[in-house]
């Protein structure tokens, strides 16, 4: 471990924050006995002076212990009373409004004849807060004087809801609800900015909101033994001495020094409810944002919406075949401001779990930062990316509740395999919970280079949280090739022998195009599926027929598409009566107001089309605001000449492949592809157009239009074969393949 943490320490911004007493003060009698050593104070003053550095203290003393164990000269930041007040120059200031505290006096009386009745306890008043210490209570009394405690307090909690009581080592704390410890990582962050790694070092449960608070943006040390709590913390020291010697060694390792020999914080072992059922009830997990049962938990099974999405046919088998589990969102909002535990539904193949999210989560993180921050970046629309530190949040709790839930449904030793951009910190959230065995992710999008993905503030978080993955997927051999650059230009990761290397880890990243089920779009349809679709082409004028699908979206390059049919009409008019455009757009994200936009783009382009070129016999576009069943599908790919798929940018496109699949080989249409879709890299056979160059993309559809039958026939013999090669079967199994040969801790993939 001793490169991982030379690689975290090192790091350019870097903030450590420290409790004191149980972390760096070894614990006494009485606090006013417990002192800080002049070397670890030497060290944590040696730190706060070093260029890009901050240090602070976030203790649960008053404001008067800090300052005699300071002093008013210190480049240290003091953070008192649980953080509920900040040391700024030599004045104390609160962070947060704070409860006024004037019944305080009163509990200290109503609490006095519990305490007297007790030898050795005592409280101490704290300005704010109320801190009854029972360390010195005989052993075989503690229970008795703590029964006597929660008795006293009781009603007064009751009667003044702004305060909260914080049980702690030997000590039972009255305090304002809204003084935590996560105030001071939060004055850190906002001080050195998005850049800032965190350090913090704490020894109870009252320093577990500020581990909490870190994030992927830090690292939680727990010290002192392994807590029979549960504890956010991923790492552990075993004493304050221990943790003296680190703070050393980090200075020196920031000096470019060698140090002394020390003890390094080591994992901590995380036991969660699946493991204590003993033998996991599964062998493998998916995680992804939706479940393939776009379901209302509470219906019958029978009554539930099944997607028959590529995704859904490739995994469902292999998960069936190695005993998986899908875990994904519901959809549905939890009472109240938490995450409802996870529930599972063992009667499906696969099983399915789901966990329910808080209502304000929904909108930050899903309608904010997937939607309005991350799908437009990792698609490369920095004009449309919008940052809200309140969306980030949201994702950074959204991701931690899904390993929070992965943890208690399969324990730390089986394998996961985790799908797209919602999920991009997962891994980092499940190895803080102990999780042992590979952990892969599927990027189904594109992913941009640095200079792009360096414009969203939080950059180097995801792409270090994205190397706690083993395996990290994508469509193309470009998209991991820009990660990869990513990865070494935003957090200093090296490659070696074909992997990443980054805090000890060894890490893959790799293309694994995926692919569909090609027979399912060559079956015969049914009846009603062929009126329908006869019905709707036999009210289009006789001649050739372009047809485009997709889900109504900015980066589908649909307004570019239609401009360009335009153009064809306006410079061959030949054309005009002749052909006609079907352009199938799937409803999506209808609530998010940029998609409303481009909907009313693409109905006004369409209208204006056809004002200015059809007639009564005639209309050019024909615009169908719906989806559509994978039959119905597969005759419009059938009957369509040429195949219009011209996304702007794209991670795959499956539409490309579909259409292909479904053409009759003794007179196919022509595939016109988005030289910026995904799946370009594999149908080069395809004609490759510009979907940002409107007059190519016209002479490109007329090119195609006018394609001779000898050159369509041999151009689809060859793109089937580039089809049929990879499918949603093989990609499915070739990932997971590759997942089960990756080594425990980051020992890489073979």
């Given at each position: ?7 975290t ?6 903030g ?7 972390t ?15 070397a670890t104070?030497?060290s ?15 203790s649960?003393r ?19 009373l649980?953080?509920?007040w900040?040391?700024?120059?030599e004045?104390w200031?609160?962070?947060v ?5 004037a ?15 007790h ?13 009854v210490?029972?360390r ?17 307090l009781?009603?007064?909690?009751a ?9 702690g ?30 350090i913090?070092?704490?020894d109870?449960?009252t ?6 608070a ?7 040390v727990?010290?002192?033994?392994p ?26 390792a920031?000096?470019g020094?060698?140090?002394a020999?020390?003890v390094l914080?080591?994992p901590?072992?995380?036991p ?33 919406r ?5 995704l ?14 899908w ?8 009472d ?9 539904d ?16 929904r909108e ?6 997937c ?15 919008q ?12 991701n931690?509740?899904?390993a929070a839930?992965?943890?208690d ?56 949280a ?29 490659a070696d ?5 980054h805090?000890?880890?060894?890490v ?13 779009f ?12 006869d ?19 900015y980066t ?7 401009l ?10 030949e ?5 006609s455009?079907?352009?199938v ?6 609530d ?26 005639w209309?050019?576009?024909?615009y ?14 059938r ?16 539409v ?14 022509v595939?016109?592809?988005?030289r910026f ?13 510009n979907?940002w160059?409107?007059d190519g ?16 026939i041999?151009?689809?013999r ?11 079967i093989?990609w ?8 089960e ?10």
């Open positions: 471990m001793s490169e991982y943490w030379q690689q320490v090192t790091h350019s911004t870097l450590i924050l420290v409790d004191l007493d149980g760096l003060v070894p614990f006494a009698p009485t606090p006013e006995e417990a002192r800080l050593a002049p104070r030497a944590l003053e040696e730190l706060a002076a070093m260029p890009g550095v901050s240090v602070a203290v976030a649960g008053g404001r008067e212990d800090l300052d005699a164990m300071f002093g008013a000269e210190t480049r240290v930041h003091l953070f008192g649980h953080g509920g900040r040391r700024q120059g004045v200031r609160p962070t409004e704070i409860v006024a505290h019944g305080l006096d009163a509990l200290v009386e109503r609490i006095g004849d519990a305490v007297a009745r030898r050795g306890a005592r409280v101490e008043r704290k300005g704010d807060a109320v801190a210490h029972g010195r209570v005989a052993p075989g009394s503690k229970a008795a004087w703590r029964a006597d405690l929660e008795a006293a009781r009603p007064w909690l009667a003044h809801p702004g305060f909260m009581r914080q049980d080592a030997e000590v039972i704390e009255v305090r304002p609800a809204s003084m935590r410890k996560s105030l001071a990582v939060e004055w850190l962050r906002r001080q050195a900015g998005p850049e800032l790694r965190v913090a070092l704490g109870d449960v320093d577990e909101d500020m581990f909490a870190l994030g992927v943006d830090g690292e939680a727990l010290v002192g033994p807590p029979a709590r549960e504890t956010e913390a991923r790492w552990r020291l075993p004493d304050p001495g221990a943790a003296a010697g680190f703070l050393r060694w980090i200075a020196a920031r000096r020094a060698a140090g020999p020390v914080p080591e901590l072992r995380h969660s409810r699946a493991d204590a059922r003993g033998a996991p009830r599964f062998d493998l997990l998916t995680i992804s944002n939706r479940l393939p049962e776009l379901r209302a938990p509470t219906l019958p099974r029978d009554e539930r099944r997607s028959v999405g590529g859904v046919a490739a995994l469902e088998p292999a998960l069936a075949a190695r005993r998986g589990v875990l994904g969102w519901s959809g549905r909002d939890a109240g401001e938490a995450t409802a535990g996870v529930q599972v063992e009667e499906t193949r696969p099983a399915m779990a789901w966990v329910d999210f808080p209502g304000e989560w930050h993180y899903y309608n904010g930062f939607n309005r921050a991350l799908w437009p970046l990792l698609h490369t629309f920095p004009a449309r990316v940052c809200s530190d309140a969306d980030w949040e949201a994702y950074r709790r959204v931690g509740a899904f839930a992965a943890i449904l399969v324990g730390a030793d089986t394998p996961v395999w985790v799908h797209d951009y919602h999920l991009l910190l997962v891994a980092r959230e499940l190895r803080r919970r102990g999780h042992r065995a590979p952990i892969g992710l599927f990027l189904h999008v594109p992913f941009p280079g640095p200079d792009v993905l360096a414009l969203l503030p939080w950059a180097p978080q995801i792409v270090d994205m190397l706690e993955f083993d395996l990290l997927g994508f469509h193309t051999p470009e998209y991991a090739d820009n990660f990869r650059q990513c990865a070494r230009r935003l957090v200093g990761a090296r022998g074909g992997e990443l290397v805090r000890g880890r060894r893959r990243a790799a293309a694994f195009p995926i692919g569909i089920v090609p027979e399912s060559q079956e015969p349809p049914e009846p009603d599926v062929v009126d329908e679709v019905g709707l082409l036999a009210a289009i004028a006789p001649g050739r027929l372009i047809l485009g699908v997709d889900r109504l979206d589908k390059g649909i307004p570019e598409r239609l360009a049919f335009r153009r064809l009409l306006e410079r061959a008019p054309w005009r009566g002749r052909v455009l079907v352009q757009s799937v409803p999506s994200r209808e998010v107001p940029e998609y409303a936009e481009q909907r009313s783009l693409v109905e006004l382009t369409v209208s204006r089309i056809n004002g200015d070129f059809g007639d009564g016999r209309v050019p576009v024909r169908l605001y719906r989806s559509y069943r994978r039959n119905h599908l597969a005759m419009l790919y009957a369509a000449h040429v195949g219009y798929v011209t996304p702007l940018r794209d991670g795959m496109n499956l490309a492949k579909e259409y292909v699949a479904a053409q009759e080989p003794d007179d196919p249409g595939l016109l592809l988005s879709a995904g799946a370009a890299a594999e149908l080069r056979d395809a004609v490759l157009t979907p160059h409107v993309m016209a002479a490109d559809l007329d090119r195609a239009l006018r394609m001779p039958q000898g050159e369509r041999e151009r689809h060859r793109l089937l074969q580039a089809v049929e090669r990879t499918t949603a093989t499915a199994r070739d990932f997971i393949d590759a997942l040969a990756c080594g425990p801790g980051g020992a890489g993939c073979e």
